[in-house]
């Protein structure tokens, strides 16, 4: 009773800080000039951090073994798991813009986990026998570090894109006012009036800007990479984890079961993006769409399989 009054404790106070420290990103993006929030924002995200640790670590005893047995529990650490893909960087005093990432993707999942999921999945359970197995830990925290790490990596690609995007349609936009100018002014007018802005063009203040947007399509491109090649490494040992473990359950390493082929197909792409990656002329533009493909492929190989109800992993399943 203690623990369940305190799991249900932490819980609610890891969301309301989570959701504080998203209320301070939104005022440091529409006021810049209010000192301190930021620092604020961060020691936001080092309570909720710990209050998810401390609601980890109270199931843990409650239960008796490490909490990834159900839906529910694996959502709650996949949250943890963002702040410790945050928390590394920091380690080393390296600026990154993975706060603004993490925030957003913590309170979707543990919002999720406490009003999307049934209340019987809240509570502790025994674990089934196959789930009674040293591996369940390495495993499984193995894969949830993965897919934490991939999605951020993915989500930095998207960002990245979208920024490219908006970049062009800037470029289509001017190109199409030119073509309109000419239809309804003619040439030499338009030479005039590009004469009469021959200041404005000569200023610094859009070389400044590009120059803005280059460093930071860099920034999230190098920080992109960095975090899906960490997410990458995760992703391998858990799967072979998870192979060993299968031998010892079932007998084969691999069975191709919905989660292991899932698995194996986001393995495939963010290989195929470090591949990429490394390539000159596909850096960029070309590997974030790869990235971005695999942001769906995570949610699949995660979700997707377990809205089915499927295979050999079907304990993870809403059912």
Same mark, same amino acid.
């Given at each position: ?157 998207? /960002? &990245?894109?979208?920024? *490219?995007?908006?970049?062009? +349609?800037? $470029?289509?936009?001017?190109?199409? %006012?030119? #073509? ?72 084969s390493y691999w069975n191709w079961d919905p989660k292991e082929t899932w698995a194996f197909i ?21 590997? /974030? &769409?790869?990235?971005? *493909?695999?942001?769906?492929? +995570?949610? $699949?190989?995660?979700?997707?399989? %377990?809205? #089915? ?11």
């Amino acid at each position: 009773m203690i623990f369940a009054t305190l799991e249900h404790i932490l819980t609610h106070i890891s969301f309301s800080i989570i959701s504080i420290v998203i209320t301070i990103h939104l005022m440091t993006l529409l006021v810049h000039k209010i000192v301190g929030l930021r620092n604020w924002s961060e020691k936001g995200m080092i309570a909720t951090f710990f209050s998810i640790t401390g609601l980890l670590v109270s199931r843990w005893i409650s239960s008796g073994h490490f909490p990834l047995s159900n839906l529910y529990e694996s959502l709650i650490f996949l949250s943890c798991s963002f702040f410790i893909i945050h928390i590394i960087p920091k380690l080393r005093n390296l600026k990154n813009d993975l706060s603004t990432i993490i925030a957003p993707s913590t309170i979707f999942t543990q919002g999720f986990a406490m009003s999307g999921l049934s209340t019987e999945m809240h509570q502790s359970a025994i674990l089934v026998p196959a789930l009674q197995s040293q591996w369940l830990m390495m495993h499984v925290s193995m894969m949830l570090l993965s897919y934490a790490a991939l999605l951020c990596g993915s989500l930095l690609s998207v /960002a &990245l894109l979208v920024i *490219t995007f908006r970049k062009n +349609i800037d $470029i289509f936009c001017k190109s199409n %006012n030119f #073509l309109i100018k000419s239809f309804f002014f003619g040439f030499g007018e338009i030479e005039y009036l590009n004469e009469k802005r021959s200041v404005l063009k000569n200023t610094s203040f859009p070389s400044f800007r590009n120059y803005y947007k280059y460093q930071l399509t860099e920034r999230l491109d190098y920080w992109s990479y960095r975090v899906i090649s960490l997410g990458f490494t995760f992703l391998t040992i858990g799967i072979l984890c998870g192979a060993v473990w299968a031998n010892e359950a079932w007998g084969s390493y691999w069975n191709w079961d919905p989660k292991e082929t899932w698995a194996f197909i986001t393995w495939t792409i963010f290989a195929i993006y470090l591949h990429t990656r490394t390539n000159i002329n596909w850096k960029g533009t070309n590997s /974030a &769409l790869v990235a971005s *493909t695999g942001f769906l492929i +995570i949610w $699949i190989c995660y979700f997707g399989i %377990n809205l #089915l109800g499927i295979g050999l992993h079907s304990y993870g399943s809403f059912t």
